[in-house]
């Protein structure tokens, strides 16, 4: 039995209602090529109340739980670490639990580099996520305030993924 037109837009309109579905403006270009300052999103929020956040994938969350932030503010980047992993960064790579774990955006393999502000950074040494927690950096991770700078992200603080770029028209698409 399909469903009708009218169940959809039922079920559209309470999931945007509901605030599992919201949209934001990009204000910086941490998550170039990604995203770009200025790009309007769209996030879902159902996959945060369904699911773990998986390696990869682009997450909203909320910094009030971030004591180094100082403010309750609405971030976007991508989610590289998971509770329990050890993450080392070598040359742009990430090692996790000694395992070279490539992670990838839209223009192929993300090399992770070192910023200027980030300290302590993991290229330092080792790093371990805390149970409940997840690491997180930009994909333009040389220009990026992330998890190097703010520390871990804790799971309650997810909003959820980002799903599609609609505006600007020449960046609109899903996000991967």
Not at 2 to 26: E, L, N, P, Q, S
Not at 69 to 81: E, H
Not at 113 to 134: A, H, I, M, N
Not at 145 to 152: L, M, P, T, V
């Amino acid at each position: 039995m399909a469903i009708g037109w009218g169940v959809f837009v039922v079920a559209i309109g309470a999931t945007i209602g509901f605030g599992h579905v919201k949209c934001y403006r990009m204000p910086t270009a941490s998550m170039t090529p990604t995203l770009q300052s200025g790009d309007n999103i769209v996030t879902e929020g159902l996959s945060a109340r369904g699911r773990k956040p998986q390696r990869g994938e682009v997450i909203v969350f909320r910094t009030n739980l971030l004591s180094k932030i100082g403010r309750d503010q609405v971030y976007v980047k991508r989610l590289v670490g998971l509770p329990g992993e050890h993450l080392k960064f070598q040359e742009g790579d990430l090692f996790i639990n000694g395992v070279r774990t490539p992670v990838f955006n839209r223009a192929g393999e993300i090399h992770f580099l070192k910023t200027r502000t980030s300290s302590p950074s993991p290229e330092d040494g080792d790093f371990e996520v805390p149970p409940g927690q997840y690491f997180v950096m930009g994909d333009n991770s040389a220009h990026s305030a992330d998890s190097r700078d703010f520390g871990c992200v804790p799971g309650e603080s997810i909003l959820g993924r980002v799903v599609y770029c609609y505006w600007p028209t020449d960046h609109a698409g899903a996000i991967r």
